[in-house]
């Protein structure tokens, strides 16, 4: 029963350099999100995809690009990482009219 | 003005203790609220739905008040294990549900 697995769980990147975050849910959740958590901002959506084949933009996308793979995988990818970048990202899924399931997070430090 | 809106706290209380949260929105088209947990470096989990004739889960109850946009948690006997970050979350809009969070309430419970 995994839910929504994240990989990885930390990361540090120099600045410039790119990565893909991925997500997999196995809930046969239509809706994923794409988070960050900075301190003191509390969670903010990056993108997010109501359905395989589909993504939006959220509140802060820029400087992320994500892929809807199919309807499990949902990928954020940083393709020039900079500093204010640094953050806990989060993956969620969710099932019509309720809350999210989260996945346990990726630390990114970026230097 | 925030879409959603917390004191962040910190609540001391010592254990068996009753303490309330509130939260303030300001769409007045929300329709779903939540409120989640979330333990020090971990992620969000759902802790209750909140509905409209208010709703109680063992120790936690939830109210709304649709007229004045706050939500309350109200926990009874705290025991040790309730400290965490208690987060409100309102759905954004009333077509696809992007959900918005507010930025915590901490609680610290002591023996």
């Known amino acids: 029963n995994a839910g929504v697995t994240q990989t990885p769980k930390f990361q540090v990147l120099k600045t410039g350099q790119s990565m893909t975050l991925q997500c997999a849910q196995d809930?046969?959740?239509?809706?994923m999100y794409w988070y960050r958590q900075d301190p003191g901002m509390g969670l903010r959506l990056i993108y997010y995809?109501?359905?395989?084949?589909?993504?939006d933009k959220g509140e802060v996308p820029n400087g992320y690009n994500v892929s809807r793979l199919n309807k499990r995988e949902f990928s954020l990818r940083l393709e020039s990482a900079a500093p204010s970048q640094t953050s806990v990202y989060f993956c969620?899924?969710?099932?019509?009219?309720?809350?999210?399931?989260f996945g346990s997070g990726t630390r990114l430090t970026v230097v | 003005r925030k879409e959603v809106e917390q004191d962040p706290g910190p609540f001391n209380v010592p254990e068996g203790a009753t303490v309330a949260f509130n939260c303030t929105y300001s769409?007045?088209?929300?329709?779903?609220f939540f409120w989640y947990r979330q333990d020090c470096r971990k992620e969000p989990k759902l802790l209750m739905s909140?509905?409209?004739s208010g709703n109680e889960d063992g120790r936690f109850t939830a109210q709304l008040n649709r007229a004045s946009q706050y939500i309350s948690l109200l926990i009874r006997d705290s025991k040790l294990s309730d400290s965490a970050t208690y987060l409100c979350v309102v759905n954004k809009d009333t077509g696809f549900q992007k959900l918005v969070f507010g930025t915590g309430t901490r609680l610290l419970v002591s023996p």
């Open positions: 769409n007045s088209a929300s329709q779903s």
């Open positions: 809930m046969n959740h239509n809706s």
């Open positions: 995809s109501a359905s395989e084949g589909t993504t």
């Open positions: 909140v509905y409209s």
């Open positions: 969620a899924s969710k099932a019509g009219n309720y809350g999210y399931t």
